[in-house]
C-alpha cells in the first residue's frame, strides 16, 4: 500500500500518546434505550486504546438527545426549559451511558481505569457573527404558519428545513474557552478517562464574574479541537459514519483520502470538496488542531475502523509537512 512506509514513521509511540477522540452520533443512539445498548459496542475501540497505555479523553455529539429533551419539556409542560439546561441534561445522561458502559468493558477486561464525566460549559463570544444567522435546526417540525406564530410569541429563529417543515434554529459559535479545563486535566493527569465538552459544551458567556448559558449549540468537532489543543493532545480522532474523507464524494470518480498534509487540505477546501453540513467541520476541526504544531495529527475515520486506522491500516490522516 502506497501509504506503508508513512504509516510506520507516525505510528510508533502511538501508545505513549494523550488521544481525544470525538465521538458522532452514530456512536450514539436515538433513544435512551437505544442508546444504552449502542454505547456497549461504542466503547470497545476506546477501551483498546487506554489498553495500549494511551490517556484518552471522550467528546460527543447530543444532537438528537438534546433535541428530545427539549421537545420533551415543551410537551409536557407550557414553560419552555431553557436550552442551556437541555444541554446540561443531555452530557449527564449520555456520560451516564458512556461510563456505565466504560466500566463494564474495563472489568470485562481486568483493567482497573476510573471513568469521570464532567458537564462542561464552553465560552463563546456574545458578537459571533453566529448569533446573527443562526444555522443549527432543532426541535418539532412545524407548518409555515404555526412557525410564525411560535416566532412571535417566543422570539425564536424558525426556518424551513430542507423541504420537511420549518424548525427553530439557533446559533453555532465558535468556542473559545473551555470553563472546566483545569479540572479535566487533574483528571486526565490521574489517568482517568475523561468524557467531556458533550455536545459541543455548554455555550456560555462571560458576565461580569459570572457565566451565562446561552441559546446556542457549538459544533463538537470545533469544541473538541480546542480540547485537544489546550491540553496539548497528540492525537485528535473525529469519528465518522465513513472510513475516510473523499474528493468526489458520492460520485463515480470518488477518491479516498489517506495521508494529507494541512497545506493540500486548505486546498480541498478551497475547492469545495467538502459538505459544509457534514465533512467541512471535521475536516477544519482537524485542520485547526494540527496546524499550529508539526507534532499533531489528526485521524478521520469510522468507528469501526478506528483500531485499524490507528494501526495505519486506513482513515485520513492530516499532518503538518515539515
Known sequence: MENSVFYAIIYVDMKKQRIVVALGGNA???????????????????????????????????????????????????????????????????????QSALQAEIQRRGLSVPVATVITQVLVDPDDPAFADPTKPIGFFYDAETAKKISAEKDWVMKEDSGRGWRRHVASPLPLEIVELETIKVLAEAGQIVITVGGGGIPVVSRGDEYEGVAAVIDKDF?????????????????????????????????????????????????????????LPKVMAGLHFVEPDEGRQALITSLANAKSGLAGEGGTRIYCRS
Open 28 to 98: 450514539l443512539g436515538k433513544t435512551a434505550e437505544e442508546q444504552s445498548q449502542i454505547v456497549k459496542k461504542t466503547v470497545r475501540p476506546l477501551v483498546d486504546l487506554v489498553e495500549g497505555g494511551s490517556q484518552v479523553l471522550i467528546t460527543h455529539g447530543n444532537g438528537p438527545q438534546v433535541g428530545m429533551i427539549n421537545l420533551a419539556f415543551e410537551s409536557a409542560s407550557e414553560e419552555t426549559m431553557p436550552f442551556p439546561e437541555c444541554g446540561a441534561m443531555s452530557q449527564g445522561y449520555i456520560g451516564y451511558h458512556l
Open 223 to 279: 469544541a473538541s479541537a480546542k480540547l485537544a489543543e489546550t491540553i496539548n493532545a497528540d492525537l485528535l480522532i473525529i469519528l465518522t459514519t465513513v472510513d475516510n474523507i473523499a474528493l468526489h464524494y458520492g460520485m463515480p470518480q470518488q477518491e479516498e483520502l489517506y495521508d494529507v498534509d494541512t497545506e493540500t487540505i486548505k486546498e480541498y477546501i478551497k475547492a469545495g470538496h467538502f459538505a459544509a453540513g457534514s465533512m
